[in-house]
C-alpha cells in the first residue's frame, strides 16, 4: 500500500508549515495536525531531525559501518543481543541483515581511534559477538533520498509555451 | 546592379512576415536575464528526466547506436507505442503502418496539418490554446478558426460554439485537451458529443494529448477511445510533459495508414527520421516510466490543490483543473488588463506569469501560472501574488 501523502510530504520536508500541508492536501489545518499527532501517538513518526551534509561542517567526527556476526539464541534470536548494542549511544543506526553477518551498525565517533576503541573494547568482547569488521566512511554522495551536492540549477528558459 | 535589387527583408515571403511573434516570446524577452525572478511562466516540467531514461539515452550513445533510423521510427519504439495505446485507450493501431515517431509532438502537428490541408480550409480549434496552432495552420494554407471557451465551463469545449464557426469549408476539428494554458479536460459525455459533431460535419478530428498522463480526476477521457471515429483521427502524444523530456524532442502520431503514409512523406524529406537517441531514451519512459511518471503526477497534483487554494485565497478566481500542470485565474477583479497585471507583478514583485491573452484574444483578463516549479518557489510566488493582489481587492 502507498504511504499516506501527507507522511511522504513530512519525509521530503518536515519543517513544510501546517498552512501549505493543509493547501496540498485540500484538508484543514486542524486535520493535519490532528494527524500528526495520531502518528505520533502510534509510533509511526518517531523525530523530525536535519538532514546535514557533514562533509561541509568544520567537524572531525568519523563515521563507520560495521558488519557484526552474532551467535543467536534459544529464545528470542538476535534480538537481546541487538538491544543491547542499539543502547550505546556511538550507534548511529542498526539494521538486522540477511546475508553474510547478521547486524549492520552505523556509528559515529570523535576520531578514528574512539571508533577503533568503540570495537575492540565494547563491541567485539560482548558476549555473543563473533566477529567484527569495521569500514571508515571517506565521503557521503547521498543520504536519505538527497543529494549532498546540491543538483544543477533550474536551467530552463524562464517563459516558454 | 538593377534598380529593384532586394535587400534581406524583401526576401521573406509575405506570409511569413505577416505571421505575428508569439505572445509568450514577447513576454519571454522582457523578463531574460532579470535576476531574482521566481518564474511561474514555464511550460515544462521542473523534474530532470527520470535517471532510468537518462542512463538508457547515455547506453545508446556507447553502444553507438547513432545511426538513421526508420523514417517512422524504431521497429521497437513503434511496436511499445502501439501496446501503450491499446492498454490506455483499448484501441488499436499497426505499428507497421499507423504509427509515426516524430521530433515532438510540434512536429507531429505540423506533419498532420500539411498532410490533410488545400489552400483555404479551414480549422476549428479552440481558445485559449497552445500558441502554435494558429501560426502553423497558417503556414499550412490554412484558416484557423478560432472557438471560445469559456470559464463558466471549466474552458470545456461546447458543440454548441462549434456549431456557431463551422462552415462548408470546414476540414478539421483540432484538440487539445488536457488543455495548456487552462488545465481544462473533457469528461467523456464531451468526447462523445464532440465525436458526433466531427461525424455530422464530416471533419478531420486532430487531437494533442501531450498532457494525457497528467489527468488528476476524472479519467483520462481520450478521443482515441471512441472506435466510430477511427477513420477520421490522428492522434498526437509525446515524452515531453508527463516523462519530463522536452529536450528529447520526441512525439508520435496514430493514424489510419493513408493518413500516417501521407505525413511519412513530408516527415522523410523534411525530417528523415526522429533522433535514434532520444528514440531509445523514449523505448526505455514507455516500458519502464510508470512509476517516475506517478510519482511527478502526485507532485503536480498536490501543487495544484496548494495554487488553487492560494490563488481563491487571494480573490483571484480559479476553477479547480483536472489536468496538464497550468491553472488559469481570472484577474478581472483587479481592474487591470492580464498584460498590465503580469508586468507590474513582474516589475514590482519578481514574478513573472504569462498574460492570458497571450494564448488567444478571449484569455484576456486572465493569467497562466505553471506549477511545474519547486515547493519552495511557489510559496514564495504566492506570497508576493497575495501582496501584490491585496492592494486592489478589499
Known amino acids: ?161 | 546592379m538593377t534598380t529593384d535589387s532586394k535587400s534581406a527583408p524583401d526576401f521573406v515571403a509575405p506570409h511569413v512576415r505577416s505571421l505575428p511573434k508569439s505572445g509568450i516570446r514577447d513576454f519571454f524577452d522582457i523578463v531574460a536575464g532579470r535576476k531574482d525572478v521566481i518564474s511561474l511562466g514555464i511550460g515544462e516540467p521542473d523534474f530532470q528526466t527520470p535517471w532510468h531514461i537518462r542512463e538508457r539515452a547515455i547506453e545508446a550513445l556507447e553502444r553507438g547506436a547513432t545511426r538513421y533510423t526508420s523514417n517512422l521510427g524504431t521497429p521497437e519504439l513503434r511496436q511499445t507505442l502501439a501496446a501503450y495505446m491499446r492498454q490506455s485507450f483499448q484501441c488499436d493501431y499497426d505499428w507497421q503502418h499507423e504509427i509515426l515517431v516524430t521530433v515532438g509532438v510540434s512536429e507531429a502537428f505540423d506533419l498532420a496539418i500539411r498532410a490533410v490541408l488545400s489552400p483555404g480550409d479551414e480549422v476549428l480549434y479552440h481558445e485559449p490554446c497552445f500558441v502554435a496552432y494558429a501560426p502553423l495552420i497558417r503556414m499550412a494554407h490554412g484558416v484557423p478558426v478560432p472557438v471560445e471557451t469559456f470559464r463558466k465551463d471549466n474552458f470545456r469545449l461546447t458543440v454548441a460554439e462549434l456549431e456557431k464557426k463551422v462552415t462548408p469549408r470546414t476540414r478539421v476539428l483540432l484538440l487539445n485537451f488536457p488543455n495548456n494554458p487552462t488545465g481544462a479536460t473533457l469528461d467523456r459525455a464531451d468526447t462523445e458529443a464532440l465525436a458526433d459533431f466531427a461525424i455530422r460535419h464530416n471533419l478531420l478530428v486532430i487531437s494533442d494529448e501531450v498532457y494525457s498522463e497528467l489527468t488528476y480526476e476524472g479519467g483520462r477521457h481520450s478521443m482515441a477511445a471512441i472506435p466510430r471515429l477511427r477513420d477520421r483521427l490522428i492522434f498526437l502524444n509525446g515524452f515531453s510533459k508527463a516523462w519530463s523530456m522536452t529536450g528529447f524532442r520526441l512525439g508520435y502520431a496514430c493514424a489510419p495508414a493513408p493518413l500516417t503514409d501521407a505525413m511519412m512523406k513530408i516527415h522523410q524529406f523534411g525530417m528523415m527520421c526522429a533522433s535514434s537517441i532520444s528514440q531509445t531514451a523514449g523505448l526505455e519512459a514507455v516500458r519502464h516510466g510508470d512509476k517516475a511518471i506517478a510519482e511527478m503526477r502526485d507532485s503536480y497534483h498536490l501543487r495544484r490543490n496548494f495554487v488553487v487554494a492560494s490563488l481563491n485565497g487571494m480573490g483571484l478566481d480559479c476553477f479547480m483543473p483536472r489536468g496538464a500542470f497550468y491553472v488559469f485565474p481570472s484577474i478581472q477583479c483587479t481592474g487591470l488588463s492580464s498584460k498590465e497585471f503580469a508586468l507590474r507583478l513582474l516589475n514590482e514583485y519578481n514574478v513573472a506569469c504569462v498574460p492570458g491573452d497571450a494564448f488567444g484574444a478571449c484569455g484576456e483578463g486572465f493569467l497562466r501560472c505553471a506549477y511545474a516549479t519547486g515547493m519552495e518557489p511557489l510559496k514564495e510566488a504566492m506570497d508576493r501574488m497575495r501582496t501584490f493582489v491585496s492592494s486592489f481587492v478589499h
Do not use: W
Not at chain 1, 485540500?26 to 518517531?46: D, T
Not at chain 1, 528470542?76 to 541483515?97: C, H, N, T, W
Not at chain 1, 569495521?134 to 543520504?143: A, G, I, N, Q, V
Open chain 1, 1 to 161: 500500500m502507498a504511504m499516506d501523502a501527507l507522511l511522504e510530504l513530512l519525509k521530503k520536508n518536515a519543517r513544510e508549515s501546517d498552512a501549505t500541508l493543509a493547501k496540498l492536501l485540500g484538508i484543514s489545518e486542524q486535520e493535519v495536525r490532528a494527524r500528526i499527532a495520531a502518528y505520533e501517538q502510534e509510533g509511526v513518526i518517531r523525530g523530525f531531525q536535519a538532514l546535514l551534509n557533514t562533509d561541509r561542517l568544520d567537524t572531525h567526527d568519523v563515521r563507520a559501518v560495521i558488519e557484526l556476526r552474532i551467535r543467536p539464541e534459544h529464545e528470542g534470536g538476535f534480538d537481546r543481543v541487538a538491544a543491547r548494542i542499539s543502547k550505546f549511544p556511538q550507534v548511529e543506526s542498526m539494521y538486522l541483515m540477511s546475508g553474510a553477518y547478521d547486524l549492520l551498525l552505523f556509528v559515529k565517533g570523535a576520531s578514528l581511534q574512539e571508533v577503533a576503541n568503540f570495537v575492540s573494547a565494547r563491541l567485539a568482547p560482548l558476549d555473543g559477538v563473533l566477529s567484527t569488521a569495521t569500514h571508515f566512511m571517506l565521503k557521503t554522495y547521498k543520504d536519505q533520498g538527497v543529494l549532498m551536492e546540491s543538483e544543477p540549477h533550474d536551467d530552463r528558459l524562464q517563459v516558454c509555451p
